[in-house]
């Protein structure tokens, strides 16, 4: 239901093109000291030189005026020092660092290989016109989004990168080779709300600027954006798309690599499959239960389709969500869930316009270095005015009585939120600007069953009660949501369990459809996704994951166990893989399910 925009951290998806190494050698005087100086100029002269926009994310703002270099010769020079590091972090002596230094020795490397794999065999610079597009938006909105700096300011920052844009698109010419059809697809199906974005949306905001000179600056910058966007859109449409015959699909051994390098998990994918389906299958079983207690006469989708119709009113739903922060915060504390390390609260707001068509609800914390400007917002996308009124009620129907408890869980408290509050404990560098989606995600899907089992309800709300019923409901549709990731993930890049050895995007909706109890329309988009999102079986994996490590901890301490030192010690970790803050909270190698 939702896509959190988290403080931005290096994972395999980012398009990491290196500008040339620094002459400067890592200090010597022993491998901890070798590391710590090979890390360190990996982000200061490759990582961030080389995307800026993740610098601006993480609030390093040296990074303000740069873009991205797309060329198919910065490829080749990321390519190039993603191997040297590569090379020179294999060669720190693991056994001789400490327990946290080597772990995060593990997830750096991890790191690089992801983005080795992306870039030489996914190869998404040549197979995604989105990612050019979308990329040059994301790089003028981290400008946009926060008053780190004066309007003025940041307005000449956004004219610096904009001057760049057009030649982006001449090297996204250049660069698609031969993309997936439904690659360009969806492309073209966002390239309206992009140029909408740059004609009203970064106009809007810095309309309170007064620098005569740049604001002349920028009305020439951006109109070339603008034209330079048509033009995209309009050679996407009449050049690319006719010859856009190319495969999303990762296969086996790509989506097996991805996964062990991003998340640490290296389970066979038959047995990965299994784990999707049990899960499935366990919570269609609870939901047709709980529908059942609501109302014996029904089957559980006629109860699904009453849930779809029990929402606020369009108008009410920021309020709705804001009501439930007070109930959860409350039952946190009572109920010693987490410590929670700072009273301020998100900032609820609509989400911004060019997020609108793929983001029902994100959390969007200020990145881990950020000091000028420190507000988290929550996100939630209304309905639009020239809607009609069957689409509103589709609309809403993600927002019913038991979504908006289960979302405002993930999203805030006490899931990506309270994550943001613990990243100044985080143990390292490292872990700040390097994490899991196993973690981020599962962590967050993890909390909406967690708060639930533990007996959280809405204040208005008395349990065993019909609303506190259809309140499960919510959050067993959002799981049954991620399974249907999880399956259709395996079985879209990989076609696991399948004789055909294939399976084709209607099936995949249908899935999301029948087995996940979701709208065909949400079924289609969380399709699309998962085409290029390839890996977003890590929502459940992570929560199952968590699950574990909970249950094993339990299982070791016994008597002693206290669910809220629990959850504590797993937040002072960082987003890491699951696998590395089990070796440190059980002191043993065992698997991660």
Not at 385 to 404: C, K, L, Q, S, Y
Request: net charge negative; charged share 20%; proline share 6%.
């Amino acid at each position: 239901m939702s896509i959190s925009r988290l403080p931005a951290l290096v994972s395999g998806a980012a398009l990491a093109l290196a500008l040339p190494l620094s002459a400067q050698h890592p200090a010597a005087g022993g491998a901890a000291q070798t590391f710590a100086g090979l890390s360190e100029q990996y982000f200061s002269d490759v990582f961030f030189r080389s995307n800026p926009t993740a610098g601006t994310s993480a609030g390093f703002h040296q990074y303000d005026t740069a873009l991205e270099d797309y060329s198919a010769a910065s490829v080749q020079r990321s390519i190039a020092a993603l191997h040297s590091y590569e090379s020179k972090i294999v060669g720190v002596d693991a056994s001789a660092l400490d327990a946290s230094d080597a772990a995060d020795r593990e997830i750096l490397l991890n790191s690089i290989r992801s983005q080795l794999l992306s870039l030489e065999i996914i190869r998404n610079w040549e197979k995604n016109p989105d990612n050019y597009s979308s990329g040059v938006t994301n790089s003028i909105f981290v400008l946009m989004e926060r008053p780190f700096a004066p309007v003025n300011t940041r307005l000449r920052d956004v004219v610096a990168r904009e001057r760049r844009i057009p030649q982006v698109f001449a090297d996204a010419r250049q660069n698609l080779k031969n993309p997936p059809h439904i690659f360009t697809e969806i492309a073209l199906e966002q390239i309206d709300g992009i140029v909408s974005f740059f004609q009203n949306d970064v106009p809007s905001a810095f309309a309170d600027a007064d620098d005569a000179q740049a604001k002349a600056d920028f009305a020439k910058s951006n109109a070339a954006v603008i034209e330079a966007l048509k033009s995209y859109g309009a050679w996407m449409k009449s050049d690319l798309l006719p010859r856009s015959n190319g495969d999303f699909r990762l296969g086996a051994d790509t989506f097996a690599k991805k996964l062990r390098y991003d998340e640490m998990v290296d389970i066979p994918l038959p047995r990965l499959l299994e784990i999707a389906y049990a899960d499935l299958h366990k919570n269609q079983a609870e939901f047709a239960r709980v529908a059942k207690e609501v109302d014996p006469s029904k089957t559980p989708q006629q109860v699904l389709a009453e849930l779809a119709t029990i929402h606020p009113a369009p108008d009410k739903l920021l309020q709705a969500f804001h009501d439930q922060f007070a109930s959860l915060i409350a039952f946190i504390n009572a109920d010693h869930i987490i410590t929670i390390p700072s009273p301020v609260e998100p900032t609820l707001e609509e989400t911004p316009p060019f997020m609108r068509a793929t983001t029902q609800a994100s959390m969007d914390p200020p990145g881990p270095f950020e000091t000028h400007s420190t507000r988290a917002y929550f996100n939630v996308t209304l309905p639009e005015r020239d809607w009609t009124p069957a689409h509103i009620a589709e609309h809403m129907a993600a927002f019913n009585v038991g979504t908006i408890t289960s979302t405002a869980v993930h999203e805030a408290y006490p899931g990506h939120y309270i994550q943001f509050l613990w990243q100044d404990q985080f143990p390292s560098k490292i872990r700040k600007l390097v994490g899991a989606a196993t973690n981020i995600e599962g962590w967050a899907h993890y909390c909406e069953q967690m708060m639930l089992d533990q007996g959280y309800l809405p204040a208005d709300v008395k349990p065993d009660t019909r609303e506190a019923r259809l309140i499960r409901l919510g959050q067993l549709q959002d799981a049954l949501l991620r399974d249907a990731r999880f399956v259709n993930a395996l079985k879209l890049h990989t076609a696991q369990g399948e004789p055909s050895g294939q399976w084709t995007i209607d099936q995949a909706v249908e899935f999301f459809v029948k087995e996940g109890y979701q709208s065909p329309a949400i079924g289609l988009v969380e399709t699309k996704r998962g085409t290029s999102d390839a890996t977003y079986l890590y929502y459940t994996l992570g929560k199952l994951e968590i699950l574990k490590l909970r249950a094993d901890v339990q299982a070791k301490q016994g008597a002693a166990f206290n669910l809220q030192k629990f959850h504590d010690s797993f937040m002072r970790e960082g987003p890491a893989p699951i696998r590395i803050i089990r070796k440190d909270m059980l002191q043993n190698d065992s698997p991660v399910l």
